[in-house]
């Protein structure tokens, strides 16, 4: 599989709703069947009395395309946004949804967004590239925050927002629709195996606790809509955890035996997992340096 440095070309990204149970969707790229990484994740649970979305984009198109994806299915109001963490692609969109919908954030989140939107729009743009709508988005803070967890009534479904600790944010969220046995997990799971886990803010050992309290919050019926990609299942959890298994123990060892840059390289190349299209860019260039700086 081609590797490469870009996660996904943002301006030619296209969503539909992928329905997972009555009155729950996915909304997904229209290529996420073709490719291990595909554009962010967004859904949306529609209730008697009102909708909540999940995820806004990373900008007023794709915005856009999430909410006439909901005006397909209901006329219902949009009550709830629901932000799983401060990332770009999972938040910027958020200015382009109605007045009078409430925006959701883990207190974490909303304190990020409201001190430095405008390093993480930079980041972003390196990332996703120029001219692609994200220069035109503008900071849309929280209404709502979450701390710990919180359960929202939309007539007939019932929503658990959870933080359940540190996986690539301080402020991750899980959102839980009950009935249906369906969790939203943002970037706390990338995509489905063959993708691993990205320590973009390093915490590699807090990261692997989280995992594992993931997986132990879900059983083997449980839908997953990952950060990106296709659904998941409990069992694919377990990939993640012993890549980070394997890195962190990797990285004590080459830290032990005082290895030099070279024979870290070597030493932690994880080879089983080169398979995934973003291997060389964020095991090489992210996920070791991170597990390296570990005091």
């Not at 859904?43 to 008697?48: P, R």
């Not at 401060?86 to 409201?114: L, M, N, W």
């Not at 060892?253 to 190349?269: N, P, T, Y």
């Amino acid at each position: 599989m081609q590797q490469k440095n870009r996660p996904f070309e943002l301006a030619e990204v296209q969503m539909q709703s992928r329905k997972l149970a009555d009155g729950v969707y996915a909304v997904m790229a229209t290529d996420v069947d073709e490719t291990d990484h595909t554009a962010t994740n967004a859904g949306f649970i529609v209730g008697e009395s009102s909708v909540l979305v999940v995820e806004s984009l990373a900008n007023a198109r794709l915005a856009t395309q999430l909410i006439n994806e909901v005006r397909k299915v209901t006329p219902l109001p949009i009550r709830f946004l629901v932000n799983t963490s401060f990332h770009g692609d999972h938040c910027f969109g958020s200015y382009a949804f109605p007045a009078e919908t409430v925006v959701i954030h883990h207190q974490e989140t909303k304190r990020v967004i409201d001190e430095r939107f405008e390093q993480d729009r930079a980041f972003m743009i390196g990332l996703l590239g120029a001219n692609s709508g994200i220069e035109e988005t503008v900071a849309r803070s929280a209404d709502l925050t979450v701390s710990e967890s919180a359960s929202l009534d939309l007539g007939g479904k019932h929503v658990a927002i959870e933080h359940i600790g540190f996986a690539q944010t301080d402020g991750d969220l899980v959102i839980r629709v009950r009935e249906d046995n369906i969790v939203f997990v943002g970037n706390m799971l990338q995509a489905p195996p063959p993708a691993f886990p990205w320590l973009l803010e390093g915490r590699a050992d807090e990261a692997l606790t989280t995992y594992r309290r993931l997986h132990d919050s879900v059983d083997n019926h449980t839908v997953i809509v990952p950060g990106h990609g296709r659904t998941m299942r409990r069992s694919d959890i377990l990939h993640s955890i012993g890549y980070l298994e394997e890195l962190n123990g990797l990285a004590r060892d080459a830290r032990d035996k005082g290895m030099s840059a070279s024979q870290i390289q070597e030493a932690l190349a994880m080879k089983e997992y080169s398979s995934y299209s973003m291997y060389e860019f964020i095991h090489f260039q992210v996920n070791i340096p991170a597990v390296l700086s570990t005091e």
